[in-house]
Each structure stands twice: as structure tokens, then as C-alpha cells.
């Protein structure tokens, strides 16, 4: 019986609204007083009777909740005969109930989005060889499953056989899909977009990949700031010291009509809807793209950030060194590029790998006799010619004549912070290389972007020589960089901040050896493409360690943190305006008093889910 | 100990987590400190001792406060 009230809430709220209607068509179009009496009393029983449901539900568990104040107050107007207060009270409990249901929805729609991505079910090889469908939640760590075209992967697992492509986005943020071979990891909740493919259970349910992110976000809408937990405390004694003031004004005015009026006026209301919703939205607009934070304490942290502190390598930088810049010098380029190719492939030097990377295509050589000089490179003999490939001290041991404009060229490539690679045939200069570990693009207009939104200070710090990150740091307009710095030297750095300057930092780093860090900084963010280091070492995740999110990330705090802000003044303004009124007017009652607290209820709300559109302006 | 997850039917106000979370934590075998109501994802968390009672137990507390249970899982801790 109670549940089937309960479950009808929605149509006894019709109702209600119906009845109340015909009541005051009759009272006011017909002047039937009887019927409308009737008509109001019989809203009120009906309307009410969810709510005491749900008031006694609360009492059994000793808690003064909502229901309880509305209750009470309802019963006292019934008992007043005032049906009319009765009537119009419980109808907008419960269609304020209905709308906050619906609004509410929407706020959590983003999430939702995420969490239906979820692999619901997995074809499981059994006992006897053939593959069956199960749900996931029947897959375990070892069990031999089969993907087929446009499916999605159950778990994280290893390719055993078959090939295809899958779209990684969810877990990567990354649309284009890779390609999978035997041998190859494959993670829950991606989709096979062609092929088919048997895998190896690695990791099932909540210990995969996709799992700790839903879990993450989950876990992050639900956490509570310090002013929330505070919020929560205030609501646990507020409801009963509603209570007992309605109680007291009885006692001792013996005015009842006033007593519930005080009730449903002291009804907490939007204050403990607003900062949740807020908090649910603006996680929610983060998880849509491809930034997650982890909780409202990161929220408010990131918000009023002074300083963000940046590792160079893999963080500004794409932490490959490739040929930034180069001049060839003389005839026969093609045929030197050759040679270079063909020295540089028997090399495992990373300047060496650049190189090659950077050639290309070409005509390999084979290399007849080669002797590596130590600090200065290699010389080779190749197709009957002597090759030398290195810096500027080989160039001056071979021998090697400079030109006026080549020197100038050096100058130059060095300036910019390469590290260079020369090539000479048979004593002759013939190309001049700059390999140099390169800004990532759009990184400098991240960095405004930051700026413009307030972060005061970017610091770069790094374990390079100060030269190198000097020119890092200038053409990207940092305020500081420091180089030659060992992770304990940048913990220490990141520490000083905090303790001494009293600032808030944060802190983007890879997340392997600046672990110290990550953990120091008021924020962590590691860039480690989506792996579970950076899911568990960060307090804001970057998907796909996309750095331009890093602005919508700051972008989105700051709106967040606004939006919460607003929320609690709209929240604690109606309720003191409420409360000031019913001392201070004659106007004020149950009614008008319901009405205003459900309306500041959808306000909130709504504010809140403005988050869920937030954008950061170009 | 175990710990369970409860998926319940969508939480719309406040007042009912706090509801839920006393109610769990009445039952005895329940880990008080462990029990977690995550109000948006509408779910229930908590660590229990499998010898005192079984997840069906808190499950029907939770129905006969008025809230639909959808799915529960149990693992072990």
C-alpha cells in the first residue's frame, strides 16, 4: 500500500491540482461554498497522504526530514479548517517533487551519457569451445572472449588472435581509430569498428580502465567540499530546530496558522539542492570534454589558482627531439642525404633517430667501415667516400672548412636551442642540422588562454640546461623557468611556493618521475596519455593528455565555483526573506510560502545547468 | 568482510541519502564508517560482514523505505 502511493505520487499531484481546481471554480464562479470545502479537503487528504508516507519512513530512522515540517504543517491547517492552505501546500510539494525529478535529470544527463557506455555484455568462450553471450559482470581475469564488428570491447584485455580497428574515444578522446593486431592491449568500452578479434581477460569490471574513469566521476559528483559537508551539518540540526521553533510560537501564542506558517517557511529548501547541482553539472560538462575532475574540493582549489608550474619535457614540449631546422650547402644534396641516412641507421643515438625520421625516404648505402668519435660524432667510409656526421668540434678535427655563411648559420641554430648535426663528404660541408625537442603545437595559445583567465604566474621548470629552456621559455612567454633541475629540486620549488608565498599551485607534469610533485601541488595533472598512473596520481585528468583542455579545465572551475556561489546566496536569501516576511507582513502564508521555496528549488537548478553549456570564449 | 554496491532507483532529494545512509547503518554487520550514498549516480556503497548479514537483508530495509532496488553486487574486500 505505502509503496503504491508512493509509486503514484506523480498522478496523485494531477489529482490533487484537479481538485483543487474544481474547489475554487465552485467556491468563487458558483459560490458553493460545500462543494468547494469538499473539493479542497479531499486534495489536501490525498495530496498529503505520499508525503506523511515519507515523513514516517524518515521518523523510523530518526531523521527530521522535509516531509516531517510539511506534514505537520498540513495536518494543523486541516485541523484549522483552513483546506484551503492544506490543499495548496501538499500540491506543490508534490508537483515541486515532479519538476525538481525532471530538472534534475538534465543536470546528470552528461554523466549519464558516460556511464552508458558501459559493455553490457561479452561473448565468453565455455567449457565446451563455443562462444556464449554473457553479461560482464559473469567475465573473469583470463576468460577467452570474442569481439565482433561494431561491438564494444567487455573488458581490458589481450588481442590472441584476429585483427581489426578500434575507436579508443572513450578512453582517449582520440576519434581516429587505431589499429589492433595480435599481441595488441584493448581496453573495456572502446568499439571494434572492423574486424574480428579474440581477447584475453586482463582486468574486468571496476579494476579496468573505463571502469575507474566511471568510477572516478562518480565518486567526483558525490564528493563534498568543506562548505558542503558544513551544509550537510547545518541541514541535520536545521529541519528539527524548525521543529521545535513551530512548536515553541504554539506554545506560546496558542496561534497555530502561525506555527505552520513558520514550518513550510523554515523548509531548508534550495540550500541543500544548489551546491550539489552545481558540483553534478560542471563535472558532468567536463567529462563531455575530455576533462575530469576529481570532486568539488579539486573544483574550488583549481578556481582560484595563482601559479601553474609546467615539467618542459613531454609536458610543453613533445618530448621526441625531431630536425627543427636545416641548410644544405654545395651540389649533390641527394646523393649526401644518402650517405647521412646510411651512417645515421646503424646509430641508436636519439639525435640519430630524428635524423632519419626527418630523411625519409631515400637511397641506402652500404656502410664499408665506420669509428665513432667520442664527443663528436661518427666518421664512415661509404661507397668509397669518407663520411663525417657530428658537431662542430668533428667538423674542426676532419678538417672540414666552415664558410662565412655557415658559421653564421651555426650561430644561429644554436641560439634557438638545437642541438646540431653536421654532415661532410670528402672534407666538404655539405648539410647543417638543428634536431631540437619541439613546443607542441597550439601550446602558446593555451598559455594566453590561461593567463587571460587569471593564473598569474607560468613557470617552467626542467631537468635541460638553462640555455635550452631559456628559448623554450621565451618563445612561449613564461614568467619563469628554471632548467637543470632534478625532481626533488622541483618538489622543493613547488613546496617553497605553498609554504612561503602562501599561493595555490598546480602542477602538469608527466606523472612518472615527478610523482613528488604531483602530490605536492594543490592540483596534480599528469599528462600520461589516459593510463591509469594518470588517472590515479591526478586531480584534474586530462583525456588523451590533450593539453589544450587545460584551459576549459580552468575555464570550467571558475564558472563552476560563480555557479555554487550563486546558488547558496538565491538559497539562503529565500529562506531569510521568507522568515523576515512572516514577522514583517501581513501578506505572507503557508501557500505563498511553498511556492516561493519550490520556485528557488527549479531556480538553482536551472542556474546549475547552465554549467552543462559552459564553453570557453575563443 | 564484503563490500556491495547498490544500484537504486533514481535519488531526487537531499533528504532521502540521509535516510538510507541511517537505515544502513542501523543494521548490524554494517560497517558504519564505510556507508556511502552517492546521491547523483543513485547509488548505495558499503563494506559488511557476510557471516552477520547478507546484502538481501539491506536491500530490504532499503525497499521498505520506498526506494526500488535495481541491481546489487557484492564483492569480496
Known sequence: MQRFILSRKNHIALISGILIAIGFTSALGFKNEIVAVWALAAASVLGVAPIAIQAYQALKVKVVSIDVLVTIAVVGAFFIRNFEESAIVTFLFLFGAFLEQRTLNKTRSAIKELTEMAPESALKQMANGEFEEVEVDEVDVGDILLVKTGAKIPVDGTVISGEGSINEASITGESLPVSKEKGSTVFAGTILDNGTIQIAADRVGEDTTFGKIIELVEEAQDSKSEAERFIDRFAKYYTPAVLLLGILVWVFSQNIELAITILVLGCPGALVIGVPVSNVAGIGNGARHGVLLKGSEVIGDFSRLDTMVFDKTGTLTLGNPSVAEKKYYG?????????????????????????????????????????????????????????????????????VELSEQAKADIAHFEKNGNSLVLTSVDGELKILMGVRDQIRPGVKEDLLRLKRLGVKNLVMLSGDNQGTVDVVSRELGLTEAHGNMLPEDKSAYIKRLIEEEKQIVAFVGDGVNDS??????????????????????????????????????????????????????????????????????????????????????????????????????? | MKKATIQLDTLTCPSCVQKIENATKSLSGVDKESVKVLFNSSKLKFDFDDDKLSVEDVEKAITALGYDVKKSQVKAK
Do not use: C
Not at chain 1, 539562503?572 to 521568507?578: E, Q, T
Open chain 1, 331 to 399: 651540389d649533390n644534396i641527394d646523393e649526401a642525404l644518402g650517405f647521412l641516412a646510411s651512417v645515421e641507421r646503424e646509430s641508436d643515438h636519439p639525435l640519430a633517430k630524428a635524423v632519419l625520421a626527418d630523411i625519409g625516404e631515400t637511397t641506402f648505402s652500404p656502410v664499408e667501415s665506420t669509428e665513432v668519435i667520442k664527443g663528436g660524432g661518427i666518421v664512415a667510409g661509404v661507397g668509397g667516400h669518407r663520411i663525417a656526421v657530428g658537431n662542430v668540434a668533428l667538423m674542426e678535427r676532419e678538417g
Open chain 1, 516 to 618: 613528488p610533485s604531483l602530490a605536492l601541488a594543490h592540483i596534480g595533472i599528469a599528462m600520461g596519455s589516459g593510463t591509469d598512473v594518470a588517472i590515479e596520481t591526478s586531480d584534474v585528468v586530462l583525456m588523451n593528455s590533450d593539453f589544450s583542455r587545460l584551459p576549459h579545465a580552468l575555464g570550467l572551475t571558475k564558472a563552476t565555483a560563480r555557479n555554487m556561489k550563486q546558488n547558496i546566496v538565491i538559497a539562503v536569501g529565500v529562506v531569510l526573506f521568507l522568515l523576515a516576511s512572516v514577522f514583517f507582513s501581513e501578506w505572507m502564508n503557508m501557500s505563498i510560502g511553498m511556492l516561493v521555496h519550490e520556485a528557488s528549488i527549479l531556480v538553482v537548478i536551472l542556474n546549475g545547468m547552465r554549467l552543462l553549456r559552459y564553453k570557453l570564449r575563443k
